[in-house]
């Protein structure tokens, strides 16, 4: 029987708003409940990869992302020490993808895309200062207690409110995995690396093992990140003399960089024990967390949403009996622990790595893989998560 309730959103971040369009899409009628007062500014993600385009093209959110962002068509490896290891170019990706290349758009620009596209159409309601309290469920659907104390009531609810999310506890589902003992530091300045480093990609990774680092072009700004040890405390690492010295050791004998933001958090690996329970699911930050080295975080986000709209609409129209979201459990879930948690844990031991033997073996291992265009289409499946999208396709 075809449900005649909204389906309930958790949270308008990235992946709410991806999962109420593709579920608007679809026919499917949403409510989207946004515990803050309006849609966030997050600066944390902006790397959106091939097939996340080719979805949010589907959407009809990608041609504005284009124009807002910054397109990435290569990818470098480099050491601090030695230069650079290897390059990469998507455009051996146009095979496969309708966007051959890495976009750097500051996440939040996505939000507000879908937003605006949304608004006003029959079927999508979007509620600011709804925080979530606790939620009910019962075989006629669920019900989305308010912290007012207001109910909402819907067919299914997806929680897509982030790492700590309310949805997650309230279903009992445990978060397991760990958190790294060093934290992240984003730093941005509008100096311009590509003019002080002959051929730098857009997007370049460096080894080194004392202090490994990433540069990332988005408009207007670079991003660098590097790791803060344990043992320094959280306000000696946002002071601008800790940020001055990370910064001085990008190029030897440079520093002054005017910086416009710094942002410091605590890194996890973590995924929820389940995806579903009846009908309440969890997508994104809710179901999964990683580091940032590889921009998989968000994407996967927006890879569950795409999976699970897809799935839910036809559970929501009465064509499925529910085993779809069964399925939506397996095929997400498996995905991210086989693939993402096992490739960014991978990412950042890569470029931490201390013995000289595992050093040698990573640059060689990143020449080889840039060596011919095969080998390099091969590899940039991997690293632009089409290979995981093939592999969740696989699950039965």
Excluded at 189 to 212: K, M, N, R
Excluded at 269 to 295: C, I, K, S
Excluded at 338 to 349: L, Y
């Amino acid at each position: 029987m075809a449900e005649t309730k909204p389906v309930i959103i958790v949270g308008a971040g990235p992946v709410g708003l991806v999962a109420a369009a593709a579920l608007l899409r679809a026919g499917v009628e949403v409510t989207v409940l946004e515990a803050e007062p309006a849609l966030q500014m997050e600066l944390r993600g902006s790397t959106f990869h091939a097939p996340t385009l080719d979805m949010l093209d589907d959407l009809g959110a990608a041609t504005r992302m284009i124009e807002q962002g910054l397109v990435a068509p290569k990818l470098q490896y480099r050491d601090r020490g030695q230069g650079l290891i290897a390059e990469f170019d998507f455009g051996v990706l146009a095979d496969v993808t309708r966007h051959p290349f890495r976009l750097q758009c500051e996440q939040f620009k996505l939000t507000h895309i879908l937003a605006d596209l949304m608004r006003d159409r029959p079927g999508f309601a979007l509620r600011f200062g709804a925080g979530v309290a606790s939620v009910e469920e019962n075989e006629a659907g669920v019900t989305a207690i308010l912290a007012d104390g207001s109910r909402i009531e819907g067919s299914h609810l997806i929680g897509a409110d982030g790492a700590h999310s309310a949805v997650r506890k309230a279903m009992g589902v445990e978060f397991e995995g760990f958190t790294w003992p060093e934290r992240f530091l984003v730093l941005s300045t509008d100096f311009d690396f590509a003019d002080a480093v002959p051929g730098l990609a857009d997007v370049s990774y460096y080894a080194d093992p004392e202090e490994w680092f990433f540069l990332l072009r988005v408009p207007g700004l670079w991003r660098a990140m590097f790791p803060v040890a344990a043992e320094v405390s959280d306000e000696t690492a946002l002071t601008p003399e800790f940020a001055e010295a990370r910064m001085a050791r990008i190029i030897a004998g440079r520093g002054g960089y005017p910086l416009r933001h710094r942002t410091l958090y605590r890194v996890h690996q973590r995924v929820a024990t389940a995806y579903r329970r009846g009908r309440l699911l969890l997508a994104g930050d809710a179901a999964h967390v990683n580091n940032p080295l590889g921009g998989m975080g968000l994407n996967g986000g927006v890879h569950d949403a795409v999976s699970l709209a897809e799935k839910l609409a036809k559970v929501w129209h009465g064509e499925d009996d529910g085993g779809l979201l069964d399925l939506y459990d397996r095929q997400r879930r498996g995905v991210t622990v086989e693939h993402v948690q096992r490739q960014t844990i991978a990412n950042k031991q890569n470029l931490e790595a201390r013995d000289p033997e595992a050093r040698r073996a990573f640059r060689e291992r990143m020449a080889d893989a840039a060596s011919a265009p095969a080998k390099a289409h091969a590899f940039l499946l991997n690293v632009s998560m089409i290979g995981s999208l093939r592999r969740a396709a696989e699950i039965a």
